[in-house]
């Protein structure tokens, strides 16, 4: 072992003492040295340790925005959902409304042209004798539905000598005579037999036929407003009727033919939605198919 001394000059110096061994300053740096390596690999080292964890910590963040993402893309896809299901009510509900104040138009133009024909049939009557009033049934009709004494002599046009004095018809012949007229194209004979015929007959077997032929009779005259509102009584007076469907069909052509295309097409697709396997619902399909 040695001692730091000062020579003459001013230079460190080792003094040697008894023990032996290597000069103190030269051992130092060797220490150093390896004090300087430590420190500068232990970070590193401690670094690489960690390091797996600080991984497993990034892919649990990655994953857990991954999971929120998603769960937000779920949302506005349900919140889409929903917005497209309001647009939707919002049409359907625009259209009912366009269809029920389209007929109740309608219906006031047919009180009100069924109060002028009243009015004039009322001034007409004040100046015809009882006698000279033509019965509302066809008498022709009469003959064929087999009720005794019900055909009366025909003149030379065809037509009875005395219509007045024909016998009240039954409940099936007094519809039957109805529906001939109105297949023969005798329109509004037919329209006056069929109410005749509902109004006599309120809880009559044949009442839904009566009245969907009350409207095919005023479609055939091409009085396409008045059809709707007729095959809507069908459907609104008789709802377990097997002439829903087609009177639905009905309602829905007569919109189109009135030029009003939006209600025509929503009471088609109703037929095609609430009947899908029946002759109306291929019908509709068919006519809204040459529509597009």
Same mark, same amino acid.
């Given at each position: ?36 390596? /430590?420190?500068?690999?232990?970070? +590193?080292?401690? &670094?690489?340790?960690?390091? @797996?964890?600080?991984? !497993?910590?990034?892919? *649990? ?84 539905? /087999?009720?005794?004494?019900?055909? +009366?002599?025909? &003149?030379?046009?065809?037509? @009875?000598?005395?219509? !007045?004095?024909?016998? *009240? ?124």
């Amino acid at each position: 072992m040695s001692i730091r001394g000062l020579t003459a000059r001013g230079q460190v110096a080792c003094l040697p003492v008894r023990r032996r061994g290597p000069c103190l300053p030269s051992v130092l740096p060797a220490w150093g040295s390896i004090l300087v390596l /430590g420190l500068v690999l232990l970070p +590193g080292c401690s &670094g690489h340790i960690h390091l @797996p964890e600080r991984m !497993a910590e990034t892919q *649990a963040q990655v994953t857990e925005l991954q999971r929120r993402q998603e769960a937000l893309a779920r949302e506005i896809t349900e919140l889409k959902a929903k917005l497209d299901k309001q647009e939707e009510l919002l049409r359907q509900g625009r259209a009912d409304q366009n269809t029920r104040l389209t007929e109740i138009l309608q219906s006031m133009e047919v009180v009100r042209n069924q109060l002028d024909q009243a009015s004039r049939q009322s001034k007409g009557r004040a100046r015809t004798s009882p006698a000279q009033v033509p019965a509302p049934v066809d008498p022709t009709v009469a003959e064929s539905s /087999g009720q005794p004494g019900q055909s +009366g002599p025909a &003149g030379a046009s065809g037509t @009875p000598a005395d219509t !007045a004095r024909a016998p *009240a018809l039954d409940e099936e012949g007094l519809y039957r005579a109805a529906h001939q007229n109105l297949q023969q194209g005798r329109y509004p004979l037919a329209i006056t037999g069929f109410r005749q015929y509902l109004s006599q007959f309120p809880d009559g077997a044949q009442n839904d036929e009566a009245q969907y032929g009350i409207g095919e009779a005023y479609y055939a005259q091409a009085d396409y407003p008045t059809a709707a509102i007729e095959f809507r009584a069908l459907v609104d007076t008789y709802p377990t009727s097997n002439k829903v469907p087609a009177a639905l069909l009905k309602v829905g052509l007569s919109y189109f033919e009135a030029g009003n295309n939006e209600v025509g097409r929503a009471y088609l697709e109703r037929v095609i939605k609430e009947y899908p396997d029946s002759d109306e619902a291929m019908r509709a399909k068919d006519r809204l198919d040459r529509r597009r």
